[in-house]
């Protein structure tokens, strides 16, 4: 009997071990900072657990910074919003200018959960458009219904 409780406890344990390691957004990530920047991008990882996004911000004095944002809806997620792995490669092709709203790393590095990303003609990509299925959570009270017209 013994044997059984310690071998469910071992189990419990190396179960729970993947669910720790795991990083909360609000923890790494300051939500209430966002910083948007317009970059060029330089590579595009379609990889669980999230989506990794890798771009150069030229600043006005020509100075280049690397840049790497994490989306937060997984692939999954954007699948089901139709961003499949060769759209979302198509969209966010080597090249491609855009604009990103991140929430950067509370660790000061040029790190960010994307919060919103559009490319040169104002289309949202990935389904991140600063709301939405596998949007970040921004917290707080959710918001107020709108009132009835007439009402």
């Known amino acids: ?12 344990l ?11 957004t609000g923890a790494s990530y300051d939500l209430s900072h966002p910083v948007t920047m317009q970059g060029i ?10 989506p990794q996004l890798f771009f150069d911000v030229t600043d006005d004095k020509g100075e280049v910074t690397h840049w790497s944002g994490e989306f937060y809806p997984n ?8 961003w499949g792995r060769k759209r979302s490669e198509a969209a966010l092709a080597p090249g491609t200018k855009i604009t990103v709203t991140v929430a950067p790393a ?23 458009g600063g709301g939405g299925p596998g949007a970040v959570p921004q917290g707080g009270p959710p918001p107020a219904p709108a009132p009835e017209p007439g009402k």
């Open 41 to 50: 991008v330089t590579e595009f990882h379609y990889a669980n657990p999230h």
């Open 75 to 82: 692939p999954a997620q954007l699948i089901q919003d139709g």
């Open 14 to 24: 190396a179960a729970a071990i993947p669910a720790v390691a795991h990083h909360g």
């Open 106 to 128: 509370r660790a000061g590095t040029k790190v960010g959960a994307i919060t919103k990303l559009v490319n040169e003609k104002n289309e949202v990509l990935l389904g991140v």
């Open 1 to 12: 009997m013994r044997t059984k409780y310690s071998v469910l406890c071992v189990g419990l």
